[in-house]
């Protein structure tokens, strides 16, 4: 009985190691640091709560906090609406499923550092190919990434793409589902949307969840992609100074490590307050089977 | 197989939204490949032009590449004055400038305008309507002035071609320092600095191949230490009824929670007192604590396999780790592969700790090099961004088709069971 309790802790201890080292350790010196005044060569100095103080009192974390909100708030729906509506048409066994779940699912496996340098060069303001075929319809196109208004939208809009990666999760929560419901659906004469909104969509509810909660927790960290299209200063306007953004300049530009870290813990408390949110009102649309 | 599901029943009009958001989905990706072929005078184009066209010059029965032709609207003369503030340059004038050897030339001595005449050859006598053509040079590193012509439109003619050559140009374009890139690319290459290359060797470059070389290394040493170290911990938490397994189990997925930005100013202060800053190390010694998404998806596998098979080989008195090492393994290879799968494409697509890590380029990943390149290019040259991106991706698509079940059951076995 010991025995077992050894060998199992044994087997497990690669990943217990691990969590010590690169997890435990540094998120006890983050707390700890957000503490002092830090910057890599010197010694950290402790300082109390002023590096929160001044947190509260700086506008660019406010900025940062509300650009990233907004994004996240808009890549996570319209993330989750795309990948439903993809994985509900191809639930309806079409012809040549295959394909189209490749085609969808392709875009999602780009390294962010290609899409971002291709999605730029699509949103150019002039020229750009999305606005030419915006102009050919006789529409007017922003100027996407260098408008502070468009900006954020470019990069939702950017963000859809990768829907594929959630659809393959749906599709094949959506295949679960039993056909006998449906039969018994039929039976009680619900025509096509009493069963996708009676049958279907409460059967995903689980799944939806899911991906609401992978989603919301990706998005939260943006970074790549507006480092790369806007820049490591949150162009135009600090329209894409995103968290994660301003803690890499607080970080490794100014080398406040000390600030930095105090960013970091907001925005694990962030992380976990929104989840915990999710997860706690999920109760009333998420349907669990019994 | 009779299916009574009527949302089942399939409908030819539901290729129409498919089609349709496909066709969306797929534009991107063929946009990339086009802009990636197309010669660099025609990338930035308004409007931007689909097929990558080409402009041929055939001169003395040799046809060669020639850059988009210029109209010359007026009648002009092609001189070389002997004298005078031009002399000895080609210079292309107004007709009525140039008379028998001599060329009439606004000049401006002590800030006064001075019309003066000097000696001039005629080279050639350029009527209205010609076109001004340069020699279409394969990369820009190789600087040997191009040759310019000055010639009637019929002697030219446009094909539609792609630019195999971006590719070789992107691959030049990526070497970190300046003066290499105008080497032939054979010699530039040979010049690698390898991974593996002493610090102080002399005569090495940072190339494309350096780039290459780092994402593999991370990607394969990460791979093969997050197969190993997660099946085991997934081992010990599916098929040992130990105390605190669950505990840990709830752990593991906890830590799911807590992002990358959060650790990466610590980590950044423990790697580098451990001397890792600059070197590949971060970026794949974490991966052989495993992961806990890894660890999550075997445990889900080993958990599949029934407990007799397991049993009969401890009454055997086979150790627990030769039950894990020779019998268990070999059942969840597909798990296995979805797992390195899912490693390698993390790893090469990781640009965040790359860049937080990685101070000296020849450590730079192939996602690094491409951005730093970006970054000191960008806005122009996309031509060879686009073909650069391209070489990102391809193996990212190469593994996708080589591996397109893996991938899709994969994904959604993790997501089915959160």
């Known amino acids: 009985m010991k025995r077992r309790d050894l060998v199992g802790l044994l087997f497990c201890a690669p990943w217990l190691l691990g969590f010590l080292v690169f997890m435990l350790l540094p998120m006890g010196a983050a707390l700890y640091y957000s503490f002092c005044d830090y910057s890599i060569v010197q010694a950290p100095a402790f300082i109390g709560l002023a590096n929160y103080r001044e947190l509260l009192a700086d506008a660019l974390f406010w900025r940062s906090l509300y650009n990233t909100l907004y994004f996240a708030a808009g890549a996570v729906l319209l993330g989750l609406l795309t990948s439903l509506v993809l994985a509900l048409l191809l639930n309806c066994r079409v012809r040549g499923l295959a394909f189209y779940r490749t085609v969808f699912f392709l875009p999602s496996l780009m390294p962010v550092v290609a899409g971002s340098i291709l999605w730029m060069w699509m949103y150019a303001g002039d020229g750009g190919i999305i606005n030419t075929a915006l102009k050919a319809v006789g529409l007017p196109g922003p100027a996407w990434l260098a408008d502070p208004r468009f900006a954020k939208p470019a990069l939702i809009l950017m963000s859809m793409w990768g829907a594929g990666h959630a659809m393959v999760i749906l599709l094949a929560g959506l295949q679960d589902i039993p056909t006998a419901l449906y039969e018994a659906a039929v039976i009680d004469g619900a025509g096509w949307w009493q069963r996708l909104r009676h049958v279907t969509v409460p059967l995903v509810t689980p799944v939806i969840l899911f991906n609401l909660v992978m989603g919301l927790i990706v998005s939260l960290q943006v970074f790549t992609q507006a480092f790369i299209m806007t820049g490591a200063s949150g162009a135009p306007e600090r329209a894409t100074l995103f968290y994660v953004l301003r803690l890499y300049q607080v970080a490794f530009r100014d080398l406040r490590m000390g600030y930095g870290c105090a960013m970091a813990w907001i925005l694990f408390l962030v992380i976990l307050g929104l989840t915990a949110l999710l997860i706690r009102f999920s109760g009333k649309w998420v349907q669990y089977e019994r | ?418």
């Open chain 2, 1 to 418: 197989m009779s299916d009574k599901n009527p949302l089942h029943r399939t409908s030819p009009w539901l290729h129409l939204p498919l089609v349709l958001l496909g066709l969306l989905f797929l534009f991107p990706l063929v946009w990339l490949v086009v802009s990636s072929l197309q010669p660099r005078e025609q990338v930035g184009l308004i409007p931007p032009q689909w097929l990558p066209r080409r402009h041929y010059l055939t001169l003395d029965g040799r046809t060669f590449p020639v850059t988009p032709p210029e109209p010359i609207l007026s009648e002009q003369r092609l001189v070389k004055p002997l004298d005078g503030p031009d002399r000895g340059r080609r210079r292309l004038v107004a007709a009525g400038r140039y008379r028998d050897g001599q060329l009439t030339q606004t000049v401006f001595t002590d800030g006064r305008r001075e019309e003066r005449v000097f000696p001039a050859e005629l080279i050639q006598a350029v009527p209205a309507g010609s076109r001004y053509v340069r020699e279409w040079a394969p990369s820009k590193y190789r600087t040997d002035t191009p040759r310019e012509f000055y010639v009637s439109p019929d002697r030219l003619s446009v094909r539609i071609q792609p630019v195999w050559g971006n590719y070789p140009e992107a691959v030049r374009a990526l070497t970190a320092g300046e003066d290499a890139k105008k080497l032939p690319l054979r010699e530039l290459l040979g010049r690698t600095r390898w991974p593996w290359t002493p610090k102080d060797a002399p005569e090495h470059t940072v190339t494309f191949l350096t780039y290459l070389a780092n994402s593999l290394v991370v990607a394969v040493l990460g791979m093969i230490g997050t197969l190993l170290s997660s099946s085991l911990v997934a081992y010990g938490l599916a098929r040992i009824q130990w105390r605190g397994r669950g505990l840990l189990f709830t752990l593991i997925l906890a830590t799911m929670m807590v992002p990358f930005p959060v650790l990466m100013v610590p980590l950044y202060g423990l790697f580098r007192s451990l001397g890792w800053i600059g070197t590949l190390m971060p970026l794949w010694v974490p991966a052989w604590c495993g992961s806990a998404f890894n660890i999550f998806l075997l445990r889900q596998f080993f958990l599949t396999i029934p407990a007799e098979l397991t049993d009969a080989a401890r009454i055997d008195g086979c150790s627990e780790f030769g039950i894990y090492w020779r019998i268990m393994l070999p059942l969840v290879k597909p798990a296995l592969a979805v797992v390195a799968l899912f490693h390698f494409l993390y790893a090469w697509n990781d640009f965040l700790a790359p860049l937080i890590f990685l101070t000296e380029p020849e450590t730079f990943t192939m996602a690094l090099g491409l951005q730093q390149y970006q970054s000191q290019h960008g806005g122009s040259e996309w031509h060879l961004l686009m073909a650069a991106s391209v070489l990102l991706v391809l193996p990212v698509v190469a593994l996708f088709f080589l591996a397109q079940k893996t991938f899709v059951q994969g994904i959604a076995t993790t997501g089915g069971n959160g």
